[in-house]
């Protein structure tokens, strides 16, 4: 503290700057600390997925607050609980904690299959136990209403994305900080968008996933989407759309079976089936079921007009494992993991992939170094995933069309000067993105450029200290 009474303001992050994936940041200010997310990166396994938990004293944390459920936020959560000196509290929204107790399960269950229990398993960070045991210690937030942990207020905004996300607004002493996690702003067919919270803040932290691309209106890539899977099962193709279990599998499925009532004659009474391969599906639907009350006005006018819930569909039935999957002409598959790293989705792609008639068609964020990034550089064999010596020819069709939610660069610039923080640190993005992200962003407010509202633009490392000095913040009363 120097002699004005003025302590900086510090940020940094154990994961998830400069990269997507293992999103964990620390936030300093007079005295409290606070973490935000935990997650894991996809493309690593064990302990190598990790966030650079060593580098800081978690013990030190008092809050830890949880933006939504992807496994890059909130995965190494059980492990941050239970294996660490951590012992600050732990809040997430309602929905998130419901989805988060079964989707760490199968992240456990899926992390230890093929494990030789006498020999033990470097992947597995963490076990049931100490999932359930975590479960019981966190603490959920509704949207809109503000906790106070001993100066810590935060209050939960609609972030988008995925059900249950939120976006968190911070105040300490007077000094106002919001965190995007991974946000979207376009409308969508079940969730709110994000919202603008009405108090200004002063430093913003938000999400770069797509830099400065952007994306085609949702009702070209629903058509692109529809189109493009008629297309492939009229001429007896088959299509698999890797998925992670919930989240935006859910959207693709309210389009999917609209459009295939639309087109009941050719493709319904099971002409063409839908599935829904996870072994979560019937507990991830139950909670959507369940939560409709925090979806979007359109899909509850649906919900109340028609009296059955939006999220009981015609058109898909549910696969638990690929035993009791008879695959004898076209159809479509939705598949987890998203990113085809092991489980369902990747016996499924190297089951289609030899075939030329078939389609894979990516719909999520592909991370670096996963099978889903690889594959769309149609490579013209992939490795197996039970016997890394053996490849599989890949002649099949690899489409990208996004439903991934997150911000493109407009509405992402438009979002950013509706905060009109000072202040804005860029995480969640690869270094490319991210940097061009950065220039267009100065770029746009180079007329503030020395006066007082000059906007100041960080894209920090992973352990790369930000600090900020903030004077003449009243503290509030
Ligand atoms: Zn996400």
């Not at 295939?260 to 507990?283: F, R, T």
């Not at 993991?337 to 089951?351: A, F, I, N, T, Y």
């Amino acid at each position: 503290m120097n002699e004005q009474g003025n302590t900086p303001f510090k940020f940094f992050s154990l994961g998830g700057s400069n990269e997507v994936g293992r999103s964990c940041h620390i936030l300093q200010y007079k005295g409290k600390t606070i973490m935000l997310d935990a997650g894991v990166h996809p493309a690593y396994q064990g302990m190598a997925s990790l966030p650079f938990y060593d580098e800081f004293d978690l013990s030190t944390i008092d809050v830890l607050l949880i933006s939504h459920f992807h496994l890059d936020h909130a995965a190494s959560l059980p492990y941050v609980m239970q294996k660490t000196n951590f012992k600050g509290r732990v809040f997430m929204t309602h929905p998130t904690k419901a989805i988060y107790r079964w989707l760490l399960r199968d992240f456990v269950r899926v992390t230890s299959i093929g494990v030789n229990s006498t020999i033990g398993n470097d992947d597995n960070i963490y076990t049931d136990e100490d999932l359930a045991e975590s479960f019981d210690k966190i603490e959920t937030v509704d949207y809109h209403s503000t906790v106070d942990v001993d100066g810590i207020k935060f209050t939960a905004f609609h972030a988008g994305h995925v059900l249950g996300a939120a976006m968190f607004q911070i105040e300490i002493a007077g000094l106002r900080v919001l965190f995007t996690g991974d946000y979207s702003r376009e409308m969508d067919r079940h969730l709110n968008s994000a919202e603008v919270p009405s108090l200004p803040s002063d430093v913003l932290i938000v999400e770069s996933t797509f830099g400065t691309a952007t994306h085609e209106p949702r009702l070209n890539r629903e058509k692109n989407l529809t189109q493009l899977i008629h297309s492939t099962v009229s001429r007896g193709g088959r299509v698999l759309l890797p998925v992670f279990a919930l989240g935006r599998a859910q959207e693709i499925m309210l389009i999917l079976d609209e459009y295939w009532s639309q087109h009941a004659e050719e493709l319904g009474s099971g002409q063409v089936p839908i599935y829904y391969a996870s072994n979560l599906a019937k507990k991830c639907m139950s909670v959507f079921q369940t939560y409709v009350n925090m979806m979007n006005d359109d899909i509850r006018r649906k919900f109340r007009d028609s009296q059955t819930n939006p999220f009981i569909f015609k058109n898909i039935s549910y696969l638990r494992n690929l035993e009791e999957f008879q695959d004898f002409g076209p159809s479509v598959m939705l598949a987890s993991p998203g990113m085809l790293q092991s489980g369902l989705s990747r016996d499924v792609l190297e089951k289609w992939c030899p075939d030329e008639k078939n389609l894979v068609l990516i719909t999520g964020y592909s991370i670096e170094g996963t099978m889903a990034k690889f594959i769309m550089l149609e490579p013209d064999t992939i490795p197996s995933i039970n016997n890394p010596e053996v490849t599989v020819p890949r002649r099949c069709n690899v489409e990208e069309i996004s439903f991934a939610a997150h911000v493109d660069f407009q509405e992402n610039l438009e979002f950013i000067e509706k905060i009109s923080a000072n202040n804005i640190i860029l995480v969640h993005g690869e270094s490319n993105p991210m940097g061009r992200l950065k220039s267009a962003i100065l770029s746009n407010f180079t007329a503030l450029k020395g006066t007082e509202n000059e906007v100041h633009i960080f894209n920090p490392r992973n352990c790369v200290e930000v600090e900020l000095e903030f004077k003449g913040i009243k503290v509030a009363k």
